[in-house]
């Protein structure tokens, strides 16, 4: 599942989503803040632009939304454990707390599910960055 070619590899190891050698980011790190929002132009192995449009990762918030829920609710989880009940003030205590420990990953991440939605894997793009599909 995880193999080359899947689009799940490319999502989980910030590969370019066309030949998936090439990194997506100056920083391919999840857990790094340092150049956390630093994406490359294009992929350095076969030249996909990584921007096609300006814009383009506007939908990529949406994307970062959904991601954030998982740790969100982990965290409120947690909290059950230790609190009869779980007030709002709580609640927003740990989606920023989510937002302040995962946000290079959920940055990272959706950027990355936001590329793969769009260009696909093409075995041939690392051997020949002139090969056409997308
Ligand atoms: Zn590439």
Redesign the pocket.
């Known amino acids: 599942m995880l193999g080359k070619g899947s689009k799940l590899y490319s999502i989980c190891k910030l590969?370019?989503?066309?030949?998936?050698?090439?990194n997506l980011f100056e920083n391919n790190s999840l857990l790094s803040y340092s150049k956390m929002s630093k994406m490359l132009d294009h992929?350095?192995?076969?030249?996909?632009m990584y921007e096609p449009e300006p814009g383009y990762y506007y939908g990529a918030m949406f994307v970062s939304y959904g991601l954030t829920a998982g740790p969100t609710l982990a965290i409120v989880g947690l909290m059950m454990l230790f609190s009869e009940e779980i007030t709002l003030w709580m609640f927003m205590a740990a989606l920023i707390l989510s937002l302040l420990l995962f946000m290079p990953a959920l940055f990272k991440l959706s950027r990355a599910i936001w590329i793969n939605i769009f260009i696909s894997y093409n075995p041939l793009?690392?051997q020949d960055p002139q090969a056409k599909g997308h």
């Open positions: 590969k370019c989503p066309r030949c998936q050698e090439g992929c350095p192995v076969c030249h996909q793009a690392a």
